[in-house]
């Protein structure tokens, strides 16, 4: 009778012992290898046990660089929002997203487009009006509000001479929040000239703070009501 390996494999799940009680066969056994050397049992248990012991070292490694750049990203966050919060004009808020957010994040190119339907001087730097049809339905920039959840990737070169103007060449990705706190404040855009620094598989959490934290305090300088 043909014994089948599914069935060497039963028995043998079966009878976790079968080895120790045939000592002489475990030594005997030769496994063939990538390499085209075959080795023992043992020797071939050892490396798959190295292997595995390799692999859960890189994972390990790989968690605590994560917990690192997220301790280093909660940090900067808790800062640029304490700063945000201190801030008492629009002035004030110019200075700290260059400081805190363009510098400390080292995003080169930042630009926060606020609804003219409030006053917004068009003579502060990173802070510029933007007429309110374009925020709306229809509008050029109505892709950035309506998700507003922060987008983050690669744009068109439209789209992005809609949210940079001139330095929108020097883009090559980008992410945009949504600045929404009972009005469409308007928008906060992110731009780098490299391509991986945004992009769209990765957490938006620190970007959804900033996002929140800024949507807050824009009520107050921009002199508006809730």
Same mark, same amino acid.
């Given at each position: ?17 079968? &080895? ?23 020797? &071939? ?10 692999? =859960? ?43 805190? =957010? ?7 190119? =930042? ?52 949210? &940079? ?32 620094? &945004? ?5 938006? =959490? ?21």
């Amino acid at each position: 009778m043909k014994i089948k390996a599914e069935q060497v494999v039963t028995y043998l799940q079966d009878h976790v012992k079968f &080895f120790n009680d045939h000592p002489k066969l475990a030594r005997e056994l030769k496994i063939p290898t990538d390499s085209g050397v075959a080795v023992s049992l043992v020797e &071939f248990q050892l490396r798959k046990l190295r292997e595995h012991i390799q692999l =859960l070292e890189r994972e390990n490694d790989h968690m605590i660089e994560t917990a690192r750049i997220n301790s280093v990203l909660f940090e900067k966050t808790r800062t640029l929002v304490l700063s945000l919060l201190n801030a008492s004009d629009l002035d004030d808020l110019s200075v700290v997203l260059d400081e805190k =957010l363009a510098n400390g994040f080292d995003i080169p190119i =930042l630009r926060l487009l606020l609804s003219d339907q409030f006053n917004v001087p068009n003579s502060i730097a990173l802070i510029e009006p933007i007429k309110a049809q374009e925020l709306k339905e229809g509008g050029n920039l109505a892709y950035a509000i309506a998700d507003k959840e922060p987008w983050v990737g690669r744009l068109t070169a439209d789209r992005r001479k809609q949210l &940079f103007g001139k330095e929108s060449k020097a883009i090559e990705s980008c992410a945009t929040l949504a600045l929404i706190r009972g009005h469409t404040y308007g928008l906060l855009a992110l731009g780098h000239p490299d391509a991986t620094h &945004f992009q769209s598989s990765q957490d938006t =959490l620190f970007l959804e703070h900033i996002g929140e934290a800024l949507a807050m305090i824009l009520p107050r300088l921009l002199n508006q009501d809730d």
